[in-house]
C-alpha cells in the first residue's frame, strides 16, 4: 500500500464516530407514533448522510430520518454516517401494541450517569398504581411517578425491568403488565488492580514503583481518571492524573499493606483495588554514601576533584568502588578495614562532567550510593552574533533569527539578545550550542544595533558579542495620485503637477504610465519632466490627455523587489480658444514669475551654504542602491542668447538635513523685452521669464550643474556652493 493510501486509512481511524439520536428518547414507542432520528458527526458542512436499516441502507440523505407513524416494519436497528464520520452505534427501536410499555433510553447507560425509566399507556392513557420491578424485585418509590430515575447508576442496577398500573378500559379499570426490558449499566472502567515493579519483598535502598492498572471502556475513552494511593489505610499520595507511586529508595518503614483507588474527575465512581503487601528486607551493608569537593561539585577545568565514598553499616573488610554513569567499568577499586575511601582526580577536564555513585561490597551483600553530579564549568569564550539577513538588509514582515554562539563553553548556557543596549529576550541551551532568537520585523523601529551576551553562571564568566548593525526597509505601499490644480479636465496651456503619494516605503523609484505605456523622460526643451515623486506639466497639451498611473517600488535584492501601483487618474485637456482665457493664463504665468522672483530674493541673504549638504528627501547611502530618474541637463554654452540672463542655481534642502546628497534645481531665467511703464521705478520693470526648470542627476555627470559642483571622482559637492543667486 502506498504512502496516500497510508494517509487515508490514518484519517480514517482518527475520524469522530457519528452520534445517532431518537426524539422523543426511548427505544420503545407505540403503534402509529412519530419518531425523529437525528444524525451528527464531524464540523463537516456536507449534506449527504447514510442510514441505515438492519443493515439496508434507506433512501434519506439528510441529517434527520423521521417515521411519521410508526408500525412494525420500522422496528429494528438503525446506523447512520455523517460526513466525515465513522459509522454511529447502532440504536434499536421497537414497536409495541401492548397496552402498557416500559421505556428505556436508547442510549448505553454508564455507571455515574442518571437513569430514567417510563411507564406509558396505550396513546398517553392515565396509568395508576404504577409499580416498577427488577429481575421479579419490587424496587422501592417513596411516592407513586409514572417515571423511574436514578441519580448515579450502577452496575448493581442492571437488569430486567417491567412496570404494572391500573387502566381504565372503558368503564372498569385492569391492572397491565408491561413486557420486560433489559437496562444495561456499563463500566466506564474496570476494578483497579495494584502492582509491584519487581518484587513485593524489595531490599532496603532499591527504587520500588506501584502501579494502579485498570481499563477504559471504548466508548469512553477519552474520559480522564484520578488515581489514590493508601499505605495501612493512610493517604501516601493525593489524586493525581498519573496512576503510578514511586519510592526512589525503600526504607524498612515503608513496609506495610498498600491499595489504591481509581475515581473520574468528578468522584461520582469510585473502585478501589485489592491490598498488596510489601515487605522491606534489611542488608547488612547499607546507608552509603558519596561525597565531592569542592563542594556542591561545581569544578573549575584544572581543579582537583576529590571522591570520598563511605558507609555508614556493615562487617569489615569493605571494597570501594567508583563508578560514572554510562561507563561500563569502574574507575577504581580497592579493599579497606575501614568505613571511608578516597578517589582523586588531580586536575579536572571537561570530559569528567558527569554523574558519580560508588558501591561498598561485604560478602554476599552490596550497597550503591546515591548518585552525585559533578560539573566541570568551562568559561565561556566571546561569542559570535549572526542574523540571517541579506547584508546587513530586512524587510518588514520578514521572520529573521538571531543567533549567538560561544565557541568553547560549559553547558548550560545563559543567552542574552539586546537591541541598542535594551535587552531583548534570552534563552538558555542545555548543551554546548547556540542560543537563537526569532524577530519578527515589523517596522523601521526593529533597525539598529544588535548584541549579544553569554554567561554559563561562573564568576566573572560572562561575554559580550560585537555588534551588529540591522538596516530595515519599508517595502512602497498605497500609491496615491494628487493632481495639483485639482480635477480631472486641464484647460490646453495651462500648468498641471501630479505627484505620486505614498502611505509608507524607503527610499522609493517612481514610474509614471500614460495610456499604458510606460512615459519616456522628457527632452530639456519640453514637458512633461518628472522630478522625484512629480510629474510637471508647464504646458499642457491636447495629446497630453489620458490615463495616469503611477508605480512606486523599491528593492532588497534583484529577487524581493517590491511595487505599489496608483488607481488610473484620467485627465481631460479642453482647447481653450478664448482670447479672454489666453489673457487670463499669461496673467497666471506672469504671476508665476512673480513668485519665483521673490523666491530669488528671499534667497539671496543665504549666499553661501556654509559647507552644509542636505540628503535628498529619505535618501540614506547606507541602504541598498536606489536608481532616480535622470536629470535634465542644460544646453550648452553656445548655443544659448549671449544676452540672456545666465541660470542660477541653489540647493533644494529636503525635510531630513542631516543626509549627505545634494539635490539640485536650475532655473532660467530672461528678462522680458519692453518699454517701461511711465512713472514705474526701475525695480518695478523687471520682468522674469522661466524658461524651464530641471532636476540634476542624483548621480551627475561631467556637464550637469550638479556635476560642475561635484569634486573630481567624489560624490560630494565642494563647499563652494551657493544657494538660489539670482541674477538682477
Known amino acids: 500500500m502506498g504512502t496516500g493510501g497510508r494517509a487515508a486509512l490514518g484519517l480514517a481511524a482518527t475520524a469522530q464516530k457519528s452520534k445517532l439520536t ?3 428518547p426511548w427505544s420503545t414507542v407505540f403503534l402509529k407514533e412519530s419518531v425523529i432520528l437525528t444524525c451528527s458527526g464531524s464540523r463537516f458542512t456536507a449534506k449527504r448522510y447514510t442510514w441505515y436499516h438492519d443493515d439496508k441502507a434507506l433512501r434519506t440523505h439528510t441529517s434527520s430520518h423521521r417515521i411519521g407513524k410508526a408500525d412494525q416494519s420500522h422496528a429494528g436497528r438503525y446506523r447512520c454516517v455523517a ?9 434499536q427501536l421497537t414497536i409495541s401494541d401492548e397496552w402498557l410499555i416500559l421505556q428505556a433510553p436508547y442510549y448505553a447507560v454508564f455507571e455515574g450517569d442518571p437513569l430514567r425509566l417510563r411507564c406509558y399507556g396505550w396513546k398517553g392513557a392515565e396509568v395508576s398504581g404504577i409499580r416498577y420491578y427488577r429481575d421479579g424485585a419490587e424496587v422501592p418509590q417513596f411516592r407513586e411517578r409514572s417515571e423511574l430515575s436514578m441519580e448515579k447508576a450502577t452496575t448493581r442496577d442492571s437488569g430486567r425491568y417491567k412496570c404494572t398500573g391500573s387502566m381504565r378500559s372503558p368503564l372498569i379499570y385492569h391492572e397491565k403488565t408491561s413486557p420486560e426490558v433489559f437496562v444495561s449499566i456499563q463500566e466506564i472502567f474496570s476494578t483497579p488492580v495494584l502492582r509491584a515493579s519487581g518484587s513485593a519483598d524489595p531490599t532496603e535502598g532499591n527504587p520500588v514503583t506501584l502501579s494502579c492498572i485498570t481499563q477504559l471502556n471504548p466508548q469512553k475513552s477519552d474520559t480522564p481518571l484520578q488515581s489514590i494511593f493508601y499505605k495501612d489505610s493512610e493517604t501516601v499520595r493525593a489524586s493525581g492524573s498519573f496512576p503510578e507511586y514511586h519510592i526512589p529508595a525503600v526504607r524498612l518503614e515503608d513496609s506495610g499493606s498498600y491499595h489504591c483507588v481509581m ?23 547499607s546507608r552509603v554514601s558519596l561525597g565531592v569537593h569542592p563542594l556542591g561539585g561545581q569544578v573549575v577545568e584544572g581543579e582537583r576533584l576529590v571522591l570520598t565514598c563511605s558507609v555508614a553499616e556493615g562487617m569489615e573488610p569493605f571494597t570501594f568502588s567508583w563508578h560514572r554513569q554510562g561507563s561500563r567499568q569502574a574507575l577504581k577499586s580497592e579493599i579497606q578495614h575501614s568505613q571511608r575511601a578516597v578517589y582523586e582526580i588531580p586536575v579536572a577536564t571537561e570530559n569528567d562532567t558527569g554523574e558519580y555513585y560508588c558501591t561498598v561490597t561485604s560478602g554476599n551483600t552490596r550497597a550503591l550510593s546515591p548518585g552525585v553530579k559533578v560539573a566541570v564549568k568551562v568559561p565561556v569564550s566571546p561569542p559570535l552574533l549572526t542574523i540571517n539577513v541579506t547584508g546587513t538588509w530586512s524587510t518588514v514582515g520578514d521572520m529573521v533569527e538571531i543567533r549567538c554562539e560561544s565557541s568553547r563553553s560549559s553547558a548550560p548556557i545563559l543567552y542574552r539578545f539586546y537591541h541598542e543596549g535594551a535587552i531583548l529576550g534570552s534563552s538558555t541551551v542545555s548543551s554546548r550550542g547556540p542560543g537563537s532568537l526569532a524577530l519578527h520585523v515589523t517596522s523601521e523601529g526593529d533597525a539598529g544595533t544588535y548584541s549579544c551576551e553569554t554567561d554559563n553562571g561562573m564568576a566573572n564568566s560572562s561575554q559580550r558579542s560585537a555588534p551588529f548593525h540591522l538596516s530595515v526597509l519599508v517595502p512602497v505601499s498605497e500609491a496615491t495620485i494628487v493632481a495639483d490644480p485639482t480635477g480631472l479636465e486641464v484647460r490646453a496651456g495651462g500648468s498641471l503637477n501630479l505627484s505620486c503619494l505614498l502611505e509608507s516605503g524607503t527610499t522609493p523609484r517612481f514610474k509614471w504610465i500614460h495610456n499604458n505605456q510606460e512615459l519616456a523622460m522628457a527632452s530639456e526643451f519640453g514637458p512633461p519632466t518628472a522630478v522625484g515623486n512629480t510629474l510637471h506639466f508647464w504646458s499642457v497639451q491636447l495629446s497630453h490627455g489620458g490615463n495616469y498611473q503611477c508605480i512606486a517600488s523599491n528593492q532588497l535584492s ?3 523587489v517590491f511595487q505599489a501601483p496608483s488607481e488610473i487618474l484620467a485627465i481631460t485637456v479642453i482647447e481653450d480658444a478664448s482670447p479672454q482665457v489666453a489673457v487670463t493664463g499669461t496673467i497666471s504665468f506672469l504671476c508665476l514669475m512673480g513668485v519665483t522672483a521673490a523666491l530669488v530674493f528671499y534667497f539671496k541673504p543665504w549666499k553661501k551654504a556654509d559647507g552644509r549638504f542636505f540628503n535628498a528627501q529619505g535618501r540614506d547611502p547606507g541602504r541598498p542602491a536606489q536608481h532616480e530618474a535622470p536629470g535634465q541637463r542644460l544646453p550648452p554654452r553656445e548655443s544659448r542668447d549671449p544676452q540672456a540672463e545666465e541660470p542660477s542655481y541653489g540647493n533644494v534642502c529636503p525635510l531630513e538635513q542631516e543626509s549627505g546628497d545634494v539635490v539640485y534645481t536650475v532655473v532660467n531665467i530672461k528678462k522680458r523685452n519692453g518699454d517701461k511703464p511711465k512713472g514705474a521705478s526701475p525695480s518695478d520693470n523687471e520682468e522674469y521669464c522661466v524658461t524651464y526648470s530641471v532636476l540634476a542627476d542624483s548621480k551627475p555627470t ?3 550643474a550638479a556635476g560642475a559642483r561635484a ?6 559637492p565642494r563647499n563652494d556652493i551657493y544657494e538660489n543667486v539670482p541674477h538682477l
Not at 269 to 284: D, F, M, N, Y
Not at 711 to 716: A, D, M, N, R
Open 22 to 24: 431518537l426524539d422523543p
Open 83 to 91: 460526513p466525515g464520520s465513522r459509522q454511529s452505534d447502532p440504536v
Open 263 to 285: 475515581q473520574t474527575m468528578s468522584s461520582s465512581v469510585q473502585k478501589p483495588s485489592s491490598k498488596l503487601t510489601i515487605a522491606v528486607k534489611r542488608i547488612p551493608v
Open 558 to 560: 534583484p529577487q524581493r
Open 702 to 704: 561631467g556637464d550637469s
Open 711 to 716: 569634486p573630481e571622482g567624489g560624490s560630494e
